[in-house]
């Protein structure tokens, strides 16, 4: 897919790689942090194993966040549906010491040239903001 790549910043987040990835796997664990999700944005959340279903602001229908490809202890990849162009997401991670995990998400999107002029910047933010987030959840707490 050709399209716009955009990359969050580098994130730490303090826990060992394996259990990041064995939380950020199952979708099932974003129940569990709802609360940091903004609520202004984003409505009608629905979540599996494997998906998530949202209603963002200025969207008229749900789109789905749908694992496709996974590398264990490094990569996960998503697809998105339900959007009138294509667009992947995917979040890296790296281990740099025991219990030290960098993480960075990308997003690739096939945007027209007028579209990516209104949005390079919201969608740069919200790339951000998604890899901050990610950083919040209380990975030594899950098991």
């Given at each position: ?7 969050s ?11 990041v ?75 740099v ?47």
């Open positions: 897919m050709e399209g716009q790549k955009y990359e910043s580098v994130e730490a987040i303090s826990a060992p790689i394996v259990q990835y064995r939380v950020l796997s199952n979708l099932k664990n974003l129940e569990r942090v709802r609360h940091l999700i903004p609520q202004d944005k984003i409505q009608e959340l629905d979540i599996s194993s494997d998906a998530v279903y949202l209603k963002v602001d200025g969207l008229g229908q749900k789109i789905v966040f749908r694992i496709v490809d996974q590398i264990e202890n490094d990569t996960i990849k998503f697809g998105v549906d339900n959007l009138p162009l294509q667009m992947n997401l995917w979040i890296q991670l790296k281990s010491a025991p219990c030290d995990t960098r993480i960075k998400v990308t997003l690739k999107a096939d945007l027209p040239m007028m579209f990516r002029m209104m949005l390079d910047k919201k969608i740069q933010k919200g790339i951000d903001d998604a890899a901050v987030m990610l950083t919040q959840f209380p990975y030594s707490q899950w098991q």
